[in-house]
């Protein structure tokens, strides 16, 4: 164990300490604030190993699931990572090389992400919802030479690059071949022919000294993004961008040091660990990561976790914060929370509205990428302007660019300067496309593909993603702030508006929605919601159209997939004959039974 630190660990931890001093004043903590830039830095060694050794029995990873829990101290992870990171070179892993994890929630993907960084090995924390030929894609194209997977999952790599991956791209299967010949294979759990035995880790000497000093830029992290709009990016990050860049989220969250922070995923996403349950922001603070592993997620289950474990901090995606407002809020232990946010989606302000009268607490919007850290968000103590997902957070400077022009404004593209300003916390790029990288990288900003207003007091509110956001009438039209309206309707219990093909307008807005619990699709609920809407909105931001579905396309971090279904309202109306009447006295209609217009209700529409 390393307990002095570098020249880096300090700079890192002077940094550290004034957002944690100005936690609840902005301003100060914004002219304070500046990044640490070392030449050579590992967070492993200089950071986490150095709170190993100044808290050595503060428990640093906490798993709370279906079997019982497990606590692992600072000092246990640190010391585990050594002798991993051992055991892995002995394998022949160096440094440079990329490699895959297919895990869950277990304590060996931590491990691995330690050791992966003092090794100076490039790691792809991977969804366990992988399916073969998803596999054949992230080997091929994240360049993977190991692989550590969960016994159970083992037998999906022997099933990736074949026949159906092959008709798919024949390409893809060839290169999968040729690269998992060589390929290095771990199971975790029972044993696996041909696969080494993950748990012969624990018989590796518990010593550990790093090849060389580890620079600054070089790359850790590759993530594929969740693929709302195409197939998945591959976003690669350095030793300080996803580590040191969580500064930032640290700040947001309002992380202290001893603190239990809890990051729920979206139900059904998969227990995928790692980017949902990312711990760099908690252990910048010297906290503890608590990960929910349940098989299935109930909001009462949340509850108890929160009471049981004394949780301070917490963060969960809208879709969850929707489902806890159902349940009843009074009734849950939540005495020792004291800061909530909210990130994937904008909140709606409801949701805001009801914990705070309920809790006492305010939700805080954030917003961030994959390709980023935490960018902008209602920081502590600080106003929180309902609809707004915040400021600029400390280290990044935002501006909003034109579309068309490309001059800052008060509205268009969140982007971010590539000059001295540069926020530590973007990546290097995308690992395997050096055009997208330019594309996105071009003109002296780092264009985000999302779009946003701004007040005069610097709140952002976001609008939507660039391909999400249209016009009807002339009109621009934001999904997010339709579907915020929406979701006070109580019939409303998830929806999704995109645009749908229209003569006259060239688009109008179209909801889907699934019906909350005591509702029943039908003429009626959409009758109610549609009037609903024109009561709350003006006529250019009606919803004109509705169709009923029983679950929305969503990524596995719980984000729609409006591409997949703005495509097939583009496929629709390119196969299918002018709709027929869909209302209490329709016939025979190529639109189903569950999707309704506006004129099949005429003036019964308040």
């Known amino acids: 164990m390393r307990p002095t630190g570098s020249p880096a660990t300090a700079e890192f931890r002077a940094a550290r300490d004034s957002l944690i001093r100005h936690r609840e004043d902005y301003q100060e903590a914004k002219r304070c604030f500046g990044w640490p830039r070392p030449a050579e830095f590992n967070w492993a060694f200089d950071w986490f190993d150095v709170v190993a050794a100044e808290h050595p029995d503060r428990t640093a990873l906490w798993i709370v699931g279906d079997e019982p829990d497990v606590r692992v101290s600072y000092a246990r992870l640190s010391a585990r990572s050594d002798q991993v990171a051992r055991w892995l070179r002995d394998l022949g892993v160096r440094r440079g090389d990329v490699l895959l994890t297919l895990l869950g929630n277990v304590v060996p993907l931590w491990e691995l992400v330690l050791a992966a960084a003092k090794l100076g090995v490039v790691i792809i924390p991977a969804m366990t919802t992988l399916d073969a030929d998803e596999i054949a894609d992230h080997v091929v194209r994240g360049r993977v030479r190991h692989v550590v997977a969960a016994s159970a999952l083992c037998d999906r790599f022997d099933r990736a690059g074949a026949p159906r991956a092959a008709e798919a791209d024949p390409d893809l299967s060839r290169r999968f071949r040729e690269v998992t010949a060589e390929l290095t294979r771990i199971a975790v759990g029972d044993e696996v022919p041909g696969w080494h035995d993950y748990a012969a880790s624990a018989t590796a000497p518990a010593s550990f000294e790093p090849d060389g000093a580890t620079p600054a830029d070089a790359p850790l992290l590759r993530y594929f993004t969740s693929g709302t709009t195409a197939r998945p990016k591959v976003v690669e990050h350095s030793h300080v961008s996803y580590t040191v860049g969580h500064l930032s989220t640290m700040y947001w969250t309002g992380l202290r040091p001893g603190d239990v922070h809890l990051t729920v995923s979206s139900p059904g996403s998969g227990r995928q660990g790692w980017r949902n349950a990312s711990a760099f922001a908690q252990w910048n603070a010297g906290a503890t990561a608590l990960v929910l592993d349940h098989e299935r997620f109930s909001v009462e289950g949340l509850f108890d976790v929160i009471a049981r474990c004394g949780v301070t901090t917490f963060c969960a995606p809208p879709t969850v914060w929707r489902l806890i407002i159902q349940a009843d809020l009074k009734a849950a232990d939540v005495g020792g929370l004291r800061e909530c946010v909210s990130a994937g989606e904008p909140l709606n302000p409801e949701v805001i509205a009801r914990v705070r009268a309920a809790w006492g607490?305010?939700?805080?919007?954030?917003?961030?990428?994959?390709?980023?850290?935490?960018?902008?968000?209602n920081t502590p103590g600080q106003p929180v302007k309902p609809g707004s997902m915040g400021r600029a957070l400390p280290g990044y400077s935002v501006a909003l660019l034109d579309e068309t022009t490309g001059a800052p404004g008060t509205s268009g593209e969140i982007c971010l300067p590539l000059d001295r300003s540069r926020p530590l916390g973007l990546m290097i790029g995308f690992g395997d496309d050096p055009a997208k990288t330019a594309a996105v990288m071009r003109d002296g900003y780092y264009h985000s593909g999302d779009i946003a207003t701004v007040d005069d007091e610097g709140y952002f509110t976001y609008i939507g993603r660039a391909d999400d956001v249209f016009k009807s009438s002339g009109r621009r039209i934001s999904p997010?702030?339709?579907?915020?309206?929406?979701?006070?309707?109580?019939?409303?219990?998830?929806?999704?508006?995109?645009?749908?093909?229209?003569?006259?307008?060239?688009?109008?807005?179209?909801?889907?929605?699934?019906?909350?619990?005591g509702h029943s699709a039908g003429a009626g609920t959409a009758r109610a919601i549609l009037s609903h809407v024109r009561e709350r909105l003006a006529p250019e931001q009606w919803v004109r159209r509705l169709e009923f579905a029983g679950h929305l396309p969503k990524t596995p971090t719980g984000k729609i997939r409006r591409a997949e279904l703005r495509a097939a309202e583009a496929r629709r109306f390119e196969v299918d004959a002018p709709p027929a009447g869909n209302g209490d006295d329709a016939g025979t209609s190529p639109r189903g039974v569950t999707e309704f217009w506006e004129e099949d209700f005429g003036e019964r529409l308040r």
Do not use: M, W
């Open 361 to 377: 607490i305010t939700v805080r919007d954030g917003y961030g990428q994959t390709e980023t850290t935490a960018q902008i968000g």
């Open 480 to 517: 997010f702030e339709l579907e915020n309206v929406l979701l006070e309707h109580e019939a409303v219990a998830d929806v999704a508006v995109v645009a749908s093909p229209d003569p006259r307008r060239q688009a109008v807005p179209k909801a889907y929605v699934t019906c909350a619990a």
